[in-house]
């Protein structure tokens, strides 16, 4: 359990918080708390073949065409970007 720990703390810091100047524990707990929500709700895991952890029972999304549309979602005032397709 050490190493996932160490190695989610370490996503942490290189995806969030060394890129954001930390203003206090509150704004640290925000920040770290966006984190969270976009690791297991959006972010691909090798482990999971691409899948977000809270997407597992969820089906494959559709393979991208030549004309699929995206939606760009930004979280962190634009520091992580998520991708969705648009039907």
Do not use: F, K
């Not at 895991?45 to 030549?66: F, I, K, N, W, Y």
């Amino acid at each position: 359990m050490n190493a996932i720990a160490e190695r989610w703390i370490g996503s942490c810091r290189r995806e969030a918080t060394d890129r954001i100047l930390i203003t206090g524990e509150r704004h640290l707990r925000l920040v770290v708390s966006e984190y969270t929500d976009h690791y297991n709700q959006h972010r691909p895991h090798r482990s999971l073949g691409q899948r977000a952890p809270d997407l597992l029972s969820e089906p494959e999304p559709p393979t991208a065409t030549d004309n699929t549309r995206v939606l760009r979602l930004d979280r962190l005032d634009g520091l992580i970007h998520e991708y969705t397709q648009v039907a």
